[in-house]
């Protein structure tokens, strides 16, 4: 089984402009959650979304949007790209919101990409 | 306000013998769910251990375990028997619920283990 997949793996965009990433969930979950890495600290967390609803936003600019589509998928965009834009931006699915026992509450994360802004 | 704190930037371990990472959370909420993850040099996040605030007994997982000491507000790792591959960064974090009915997880700044041959 595929697990989540995210694309691109690298980038690398100017100041200013905009970047769309794309992540694509574990067949069957409906949620896909939004971090932003940066180099050197823990991932933070930009957004959550549920059966095509946005249902948790972080601290981040409005700069920052996402969407989910009827098959799950997911993307983020970024506008008007920042130095401090550069982190590794991380993807997580799961099959629900969190309720039930699995004690990994079904967060799965993928390999992330690497945005480097110039 | 600082909710995860992870007070070790890096650690040496021997390997074959056992490491601590130290964790401490603040939250006001009577429920909550604490995690370890490990992210090698690849990026991924690999989920280790989960720790309910409920949860009378310690969890484990083969060779990790949490020492959970609720009144502390502590959730340590703890890797038995280290191997080489556990070389990583390593993550302690909190799940809290949204506004929206949905859930985020708070990560602390991590520590990095080196294990040596």
């Excluded at chain 2, 306000?1 to 930037?9: D, H, M, N, V």
């Excluded at chain 2, 989920?47 to 959970?68: C, H, K, M, P, V």
């Amino acid at each position: 089984d595929a697990g989540v997949t995210q694309s691109p793996t690298h980038l690398i965009k100017t100041r200013g402009q905009h970047v769309t990433l794309r992540c694509s969930p574990i067949s069957g979950h409906k949620s896909v959650s939004w971090y932003q890495q940066v180099l050197g600290q823990g991932p933070q967390f930009i957004f959550q979304y549920y059966e095509k609803e946005e249902r948790g936003r972080g601290n981040f600019p409005d700069r920052f949007s996402a969407r989910q589509f009827p098959n799950y998928s997911s993307e983020l965009n970024v506008n008007a790209l920042l130095l401090g834009d550069s982190a590794l931006y991380l993807c997580a699915s799961s099959s629900n919101l969190g309720q039930g026992t699995p004690a990994n509450y079904g967060y799965t994360f993928g390999s992330g990409t690497r945005l480097t802004v110039v | 306000a600082q909710k995860i704190t992870q007070t070790q930037p890096g650690m040496f371990v021997q390997e074959k013998e056992a490491v601590t990472l130290d964790c401490t959370y603040d939250t006001s909420d009577p429920s909550y769910g604490l995690f370890w993850y490990k992210q090698p040099s690849s990026g991924e996040m690999i989920f280790l251990i989960y720790q309910g605030s409920y949860d009378q007994q310690n969890a484990t997982e083969g060779r990790y375990s949490l020492n959970f000491q609720k009144a502390r507000k502590s959730a340590n790792l703890v890797i038995s028997a280290s191997q080489l591959g556990d070389s990583a960064m390593y993550f302690c974090a909190m799940r809290e619920w949204s506004r929206g009915g949905g859930f985020k997880t708070i990560f602390g700044a991590g520590t990095r283990l080196f294990v040596k041959a």
